[in-house]
């Protein structure tokens, strides 16, 4: 998947019907996807030299958080640049090769040494940018990959109150159907919220509504609204221009209670138990079953 940033906006999918199938085996897949001046933020699942090179050729660029298989040369000492929320944030010029292929390519290197360490015990975060220094510091793209952790929101949505994932759809080109149709109906709720966030305020929806919410009012009220409103009456929005659906929809905000889609913030977080290994035989991938059939 593929998350805008600024709109909350799912705008593209890489599909695989093996479940079990690696993030990396779908690079090429997501290459395909890249365009000019795209900034990709991304986990360190993502931090193959090949993505990078990829993403260079295509006049993009990337801010991923440095995976431990992937070492380089390190051309000079860290220079402090700034200092975010989460520690003071350093720079230096980095060198990765690419073993399989010998490829190289220089980096920029940014560290956030943490205030407080993680709960994995991690000190720092290092991450890799082939972003121009022209374009932009480094502390600002460190506080770009902070926010990195709201496609893991978004996920949460999808699969929580929008349902992609269903225990009685065994074939895989179903389970990506229903998969892919959650993500539309996630893209639905985001334009509900940017409706709010224009009428109520940026800080005051983030901070205050829950898309869980927004996303049970959807699927329990659509049959009602259906008897109220018959489909002919929606067929006007079809007319409408892109700036007058905007209009109308911020109208329609002015008028929400937001309290009844109010966040209850969660408790302190728990240790989670140690996962202990398959007891019933090993995981086995549907496709790869329906394949040898």
């Known amino acids: 998947m593929v998350l805008a940033q600024q709109r909350l906006w799912m705008t593209d999918v890489m599909r695989s019907e093996d479940g079990h199938a690696q993030e990396r ?26 993505l990078m090179v990829g993403m ?12 431990g298989q992937l070492q380089g040369e390190l051309l000079g000492p860290p220079v402090r640049t700034g200092m975010t929320r989460s520690g003071p944030v350093y720079e230096q010029p980095m060198r990765i090769r690419d073993p399989d292929s010998r490829e190289a390519m220089r980096v920029r290197r940014i560290t956030i040494t943490l205030k407080v360490p993680t709960r994995d015990g991690d000190t720092a975060w290092h991450m890799l940018s082939h972003v121009p220094r022209g374009r932009a510091s480094a502390t600002p793209l460190a506080r770009l990959y902070g926010k990195r952790w709201s496609i893991e929101t978004a996920c949460f949505e999808i699969t929580t109150p929008l349902a992609c994932e269903s225990n009685t759809l065994g074939y895989p080109k179903a389970a990506l159907l229903t998969f892919c149709l959650a993500l539309l109906a996630y893209n ?4 509900i919220k940017a409706a709010l966030r224009s009428d109520h305020g940026r800080q005051k929806i983030n901070d205050e509504v829950a898309g869980y919410y927004l996303s049970l009012e959807m699927g329990r009220t659509y049959d009602g609204r259906m008897l109220a409103m018959p489909a002919p009456h929606w067929a006007y929005f079809r007319e409408l221009s892109d700036k007058a659906c905007a209009e109308a929809l911020r ?17 302190p977080k728990k ?11 090993k995981h086995v ?6 394949a040898q059939r």
């Open 25 to 50: 085996s779908l690079i090429p897949q997501g290459l395909e996807h890249v365009r000019e001046d795209d900034l990709g933020i991304e986990d360190r699942h993502f931090c193959p030299l090949g």
């Open 56 to 67: 260079a050729r295509r006049g993009a660029a990337c801010v991923v958080r440095q995976h």
């Open 188 to 191: 639905a709720v985001s334009l």
């Open 251 to 267: 109208a329609l905000a002015a008028s929400v209670n937001l309290s009844k889609y109010r966040k209850h913030p969660r408790g």
């Open 271 to 281: 240790k989670p138990p140690e996962r202990t290994p398959y007891q019933n035989g």
């Open 285 to 290: 991938s549907t496709a790869k079953l329906i």
